[in-house]
């Protein structure tokens, strides 16, 4: 049985991904400033991701590590405070797991790498669908956190010879509570910074784990969001409001097919990891 530690273990996504993971014979740790609640089969290791100390000592008969413990906004703290706990918190995690010998670790990235979510505004993507290969241009502390990060995971793969995995998550949703799409839609800036992306967190989980198990070599980055997008009228139309002089759409019947198809999109991670979002908001609307 795999024993993975889980930093962050106790937030919302957290817990998503512990259940999940226990529920498919894993052995989880969680490695956190508090204890889980509510989480049958689970071990808790108390510490800080910017402790050594207290990484190291968690580290003892883990096979991998799932890195989810952060700030998760530029929002409700200093901007030096977002960069420092971000981005050193990773880069110990990591050096700490080199040390013990942990063959791979599986950190959550986020689509504020591009640019939009917390940027200027002014920012426009060059292209729909974004794909990981659409360049990241972050204006905040945090986007810059999650785009270092990747890169302190590539580091460490050619260094240690580790298998390190990034997860841009787009906007994780939680069931059953998810947000009004129609006062979403009603938002016209935030819908153009978010490219009305989401993704219910047991998909994000679902995505944690399939990095875990496949077969994979060095560092790989992974866009991971739901299928569709979270407005209640087509995609398309959406792109002619928000960006009417984009430069260049690519696969434009991916959204004559399917009306709501989401703007980010998730084929390398349809194809390398096998995963398939399995949750929509357009479900729990009907039913």
Known sequence: MPHVLVTGGTGNVGGFVCRDLIRHGYQVTVFDRRPPARIRAINYAEGSILSLDDLRAAMTGIDAVVHLAAIPNPANHP?????EVNTMGT???LDAAAEAGVSRAVVASSDSTYGFVFGTGAERPRYLPIDEEHPTCPADPYGLSKLLDEHICAQHSRRYGMTTVALRFCWVWFPPDYPDPNALAAD???CRRTLVGYVDARDAAQAVRLALQTPLRGHETFLISARDTYLPFPT???IA???PQLPELRQPARFMNDGFASLLSTAKAEHMLGYRAKHTWRSKAKG
Do not use: I, K, Q, T
């Not at 901007?79 to 960069?83: G, K, L, R, S, Y």
């Open 79 to 83: 901007a030096d405070v977002v960069f």
């Open 91 to 93: 880069h110990r995690v």
């Open 188 to 190: 016209a800036e935030n």
């Open 236 to 238: 398309r139309d959406f």
């Open 241 to 243: 409001r928000a960006f």
